[in-house]
């Protein structure tokens, strides 16, 4: 019953359906003893559905009560089965309802169970101003050279080692062996590596189709 009136449609549906339904008894009550039998009663009772111009003069109570009641029921417990879909059929200009598919969520022990799993079931695709995900296995800092990572990639042949810079000033100290996402920047003619920023620690997880942000940098 609850699912019922879960909404104010619902629960309008609801109201017009009690409403449509006593005055519905009251018609047909009355159609009933005005012709004193049953021999025509459901005949006489369509015609005043469609619309009937002598049924509907005789009987506006069982023609008022009949279309509240069917109002009622697609407005409330028809509405999810019936009027709900009809309505996002309109929508979607589809004719075909559209399923969601949920995706499945992926929970890892650590990061670099994380970063197995990548290599072996995801793409592994290093496109410019993208992210992939990457094990930063060691951080240093110096005058010269700046702050800087030693991290683990996601490839199709496993984990491939590589360095990465910080794409802020914030250089955080605790993300030793923490699973973390790089930017891709442009590729290294040098060693024909793309750049790669680190800008986020990521928790091994994998929900809605990507890899759930801890924190940013």
């Known amino acids: 019953m609850e699912a019922f009136a879960n909404t ?3 629960r309008a549906g609801i109201v017009l359906l009690a409403i449509g339904g ?6 047909l009550y009355k159609m009933h003893w005005s012709h ?11 015609n005043t559905v469609l619309l009937d111009s002598y049924s509907t003069r005789q009987h506006p109570a ?5 279309y509240l009641v069917i109002a009622g029921s697609l407005l409330s ?5 019936v009027t ?9 200009g589809s004719s075909t309802a559209k399923v969601e598919k949920t995706l ?4 890892f022990k650590d990061g670099k169970s994380a970063i197995e799993y990548a290599c072996k079931y995801m793409d592994t695709s290093l496109i410019e101003n993208e ?3 990457c094990l930063v296995i060691a951080t240093s800092q110096s005058k010269e050279s700046g702050a800087f990572a030693v991290i683990q990639v996601p490839t199709d042949e496993g984990p491939k080692k590589s360095t990465a810079a910080f794409l802020s000033e914030n250089v955080p100290a605790d993300i030793a062996g923490r699973l973390c996402a790089a930017l891709i920047g442009p590729t290294n003619e040098q060693t024909g590596a793309p750049h790669l920023l680190l800008c986020a620690e990521l928790e091994p997880t994998w929900c809605n189709g990507a890899w759930k942000v801890k924190r940013r940098f």
């Open 62 to 66: 069982v023609l008022y009560g009949s």
């Open 22 to 27: 006593l005055i519905l008894l009251v018609g």
């Open 36 to 46: 004193m039998g049953a021999s025509r009663f459901f005949e006489q009772w369509l």
């Open 8 to 10: 104010a449609i619902k």
């Open 84 to 92: 709900g879909r009809l309505i996002r059929w309109v929508k979607n």
């Open 131 to 133: 992210l992939t995900p």
């Open 104 to 107: 499945p969520v992926l929970h």
């Open 77 to 81: 417990p028809l509405y999810d089965s």
